[in-house]
Structures are given as structure tokens and as C-alpha cells.
């Protein structure tokens, strides 16, 4: 029996809110779930192409992590990282996006974040200057998704700011 979209949205929360941190120290922000229902940030098993995890952890903590996600959230959540979708839905029309930022302000000023990374340059394009201008705490750098051959500059400029040893300061 296929999953509807509500289903899947709310098996998405359910996992996320599992992995929520107390005070949320640094919120990164991507596009969207992926389409494949078994390949979210915050799902136990993902099995293939798992790649913003395991690109967050290795600029966070400086190690790749083994494919026991369990220990890896946990860390993330010690830490006050926490990871939230543009797009609660995966789509296929990017235009759905740019109606959506106003909702993504109103979702970080409530989480209270210490910083936000936006991850994507899409996602930068489109929520960097309303974020800013809603004085949110966003972070002015520019991150490629880590997937489609990107990891190294994604490293490279991820790195800096995940890094556990330059944490957010606090509020």
C-alpha cells in the first residue's frame, strides 16, 4: 500500500522531533525531504545515497560516521543541531518555494536558534535576505549540497561553520 503525503510528512516529523534538541544552537535548513521516503536526515535505516548525512556529520565532528545513524543524531542533538526542511514535501516544480519562505521565518523565529546554515544555494538564493531582514541569525555562506559531486567544496566550506570546535555562541 502506497504511503500518502500526509503519512509520509508525518512519519517525517515524528523521526525529526525525536532528534530535537532542547535549545537549538545551529539550524540548517536544506530544501526539501527527498522523494524517496526512505532517505530522510532523521530515518534509522537508510540503506543508499544517504549523502547530507553523512556530509553533516564529517564537517561537524571532523569523522565520516558508520551507517549507525543512532549514535551519530544523538551527537547532533547534544550539540543543538537540529535540521529543518524549506519544503515539508518533496516536489518536482522549485517554483513551490519561493511561497514557502515567509513560513520558513516564522518556523526559525520559533525554534530561537542561535545561528541558521542554510544549505543549498537555491535555499541561500531564496531565504538568506528574508531571514536577515527578519533578524534572524543567519549565517552568510553560500554551501553547495554535498550530493551531485559537490562534497569536497561542501567540506570545505561547511567545515568552518558545523565544526563542534566552533560551536554557536550563546544567547
Known amino acids: ?53 553523512r556530509h553533516v556529520i564529517e564537517a561537524t565532528f571532523g569523522t565520516k560516521p558508520t551507517r549507525d545513524k543512532r549514535p551519530w543524531l544523538d551527537a547532533l542533538r547534544t550539540e543543538g543541531y537540529f535540521l529543518i526542511d524549506l519544503s ?7 517554483n513551490v518555494l519561493r511561497p514557502l519562505v ?6 526559525c523565529a520559533r525554534l530561537r536558534p542561535d545561528r ?25 555562506v553560500r554551501l553547495p549540497i554535498p550530493g551531485y559531486g559537490q562534497r569536497k567544496r561542501f567540506l570545505d566550506h561547511a567545515t568552518p561553520v558545523l565544526s563542534v570546535t566552533n560551536p554557536a555562541p550563546s544567547r
Open 102 to 107: 515567509p513560513q520558513l521565518v516564522d518556523r
Open 1 to 53: 500500500m502506497a504511503t500518502s503525503h500526509a503519512e509520509a510528512r508525518r512519519r517525517r516529523e515524528r523521526a525529526a522531533a525525536a532528534f530535537k534538541p532542547a535549545h537549538v544552537r545551529t539550524l540548517l535548513v536544506v530544501e526539501a525531504p527527498p522523494s524517496a521516503l526512505d532517505r530522510y536526515f532523521y530515518f534509522l535505516d537508510v540503506d543508499v545515497q544517504d549523502s547530507l548525512f
Open 88 to 94: 515539508p514535501d518533496p516536489f518536482a516544480d522549485p
Open 116 to 140: 541558521i546554515v542554510l544549505i543549498g544555494a537555491r535555499v541561500y538564493d531564496l531565504a538568506f535576505k528574508a531571514l536577515h531582514a527578519a533578524t534572524q541569525p543567519v549565517v552568510d
